[in-house]
């Protein structure tokens, strides 16, 4: 997969750049993390976003907004992202 990035990772990405994009809004600072475990992380306005291999974070700097979705929590991929691309975007200011 591309820059280390698994199928959800780079799935997970997209949708949420295409989410962003529909409200006028851009992932900024995005950047590949690899270590023992890739991730990807950036920043959409308040927020700053993590997307792992099997689950997506996100977080206001003041710590108001404490978003958190794993895998297990979900019935698939798909339900996640589609979970997680919509918090996001609710809470962006």
Do not use: P
């Not at 280390?4 to 409200?23: H, T, V």
């Not at 851009?26 to 997307?51: C, M, P, S, Y």
Request: glycine share 8%.
């Amino acid at each position: 997969m591309e820059s280390g990035l698994n199928k959800f990772q780079i799935e997970c990405d997209r949708k949420l750049e295409e989410g962003l994009r529909s409200k006028g809004f851009e992932l900024r600072d995005k950047r590949t993390v690899q270590g023992d475990h890739t991730f990807l992380e950036g920043r959409a306005q308040n927020l700053r976003i993590w997307i792992y291999q099997n689950g997506a974070d996100a977080a206001s700097d003041d710590g108001k907004i404490d978003l958190r979705f794993e895998g297990l929590d979900f019935k698939s991929q798909e339900e996640l992202i589609q979970t997680f691309v919509s918090e996001v975007l609710n809470h962006i200011r």
